[in-house]
C-alpha cells in the first residue's frame, strides 16, 4: 500500500505500525503520530495514511524538518493555514501572545505592527525576554518566531497604526488581530477596517484585567466581520492591572477565533 | 428597533448620534453596526433611528 512517511510518499507491504517500525529500524526512542495523533500501540496501517516517526536523539535534517514539525496538525488544516494570511496589530501582552501561537500552528503569512519597545515593565504579561530590553518589539518578536516556526513568511513594520495607514497596512491580509491597549484605539481600527477594507475579518479584544474569573471572557460575534474576545467589563485601570494568565486567555481566543476563520468557520 | 439583542421603543425621532449621547457612550470608543453595515462616525447625527433597525454598539475598554 502507499502511505506518508515523514511527508513522503512510502509504498510498502507492512501491514502494522509496528512492523513498519522495525522495517525503518526505528530506535525505541521514537514518538510515532499517525493522522495528527500521537500512537503508542501497534494498529493496522491503511492506505494513505499521515505517518511520522520522529527519533528523540537527534535534529532532524531541514529536508524533513518542517514535515516533521506539521505532524500534530489534523491532516488537510495545516495546508490551509499555510495559505492564511494574518495581521496583528499591537505586540503587547495579548499581540506577542497572539503571534506565537499564530506561528505555532503554521499560519503561513503574518505581520507584525507595533510602535514600541520592549522595557522592564512588559515582562510581568508579555512574551519577551530580558535580553529583548531596548529592541523594538516587532525585531524580538520576529526573532522568536524564527526559532519557534522558521517556515512561515513574517513581516514587520515598526509604527503607530493611525485611520491614514490602515489600509496600506492591512488589505492584503484575511483577518487582523486587535490587540491594542488603547480603547480610541482599538475603535479606530475596527472603524477603519471594516469600512475601508471590504473583505476583512477583525477579531478584537475588550476587557481582560486583573484576576477575575477566567470563564468570564467569551468570543462573541458582534457584528457580521467582527468578532470580540473578553469579558466586556474589566478594564485596566489603577488598581486593576493587566496579569499574565487573563491576558493570555483572552490572547488565546483571538488566536482560536483567527484559527477558526481561516478554516472558514464563522461562527465564534 | 432591536439595539444590542434588546427591543427598544423610541417615543420621539432620534438620531443615532442622539441615541448614543443619551445612552453615555463615548463616541471615540464605539463601533456601529446597522442593519448588517458598519455605519461610519461622520454618519451618526444624520442617520434617524427606524422602527425596524437591528443597530449593534461596541464600546471598548482598554487593557491588551
Known sequence: MEIQLNGKTLHTQCKTLFQLKHNQNCSENTVIILNGFQISSDMPLHENDQLFFISKDHMPSEEYLEDMMAARHT?????????????????????????????????????????????????????????????????????????????????????????????????????????????????????????????????????????????????????????????????????????????????????????????????? | MIINGETVTLTTTCSLGQFVDKRKYRRDRIAVELNGQILSKDNYDSTTLRDDDIIEIVQFIGGG
Not at chain 1, 111 to 119: H, K
Not at chain 1, 228 to 253: F, T, W
Request: hydrophobic fraction near 40%; proline fraction near 3%; include cysteine.
Open chain 1, 75 to 268: 491532516p488537510g488544516v495545516h495546508s490551509k493555514l499555510k495559505q492564511g494570511k494574518v495581521a496583528i496589530a499591537g505586540l503587547g501582552g495579548l499581540g506577542s501572545a497572539i503571534a506565537i501561537m499564530l506561528a505555532r500552528i503554521g499560519v503561513g503569512q503574518l505581520l507584525l505592527v507595533d510602535f514600541d519597545t520592549v522595557e522592564p515593565s512588559n515582562l510581568n504579561r508579555q512574551s519577551y525576554y530580558l535580553s529583548h530590553l531596548g529592541m523594538k518589539k516587532v525585531d524580538a518578536m520576529k526573532h522568536q518566531l524564527a526559532n519557534i516556526n522558521p517556515f512561515i513568511q513574517v513581516e514587520t513594520v515598526y509604527t503607530k497604526v493611525s485611520s491614514e495607514n490602515v489600509c496600506p497596512l492591512f488589505k492584503e491580509y484575511d483577518v487582523i488581530c486587535e490587540a491594542f491597549d488603547d480603547p480610541k484605539a482599538k475603535a479606530m481600527l475596527v472603524n477603519t477596517a471594516l469600512e475601508k477594507l471590504t473583505d476583512i475579518k477583525i477579531v478584537a479584544s475588550s476587557g481582560m484585567a486583573g484576576y477575575f474569573s477566567s470563564n468570564a471572557i467569551i468570543t462573541t460575534r458582534k457584528f457580521s466581520r467582527l468578532f470580540l474576545c473578553g469579558d466586556m467589563q474589566n478594564e485596566s485601570k489603577q488598581g486593576s492591572g493587566l496579569m499574565a494568565p487573563r491576558v493570555q486567555i483572552c490572547a488565546g481566543h483571538q488566536a482560536n477565533m483567527t484559527l477558526r476563520l481561516l478554516l472558514g468557520i464563522t461562527e465564534a
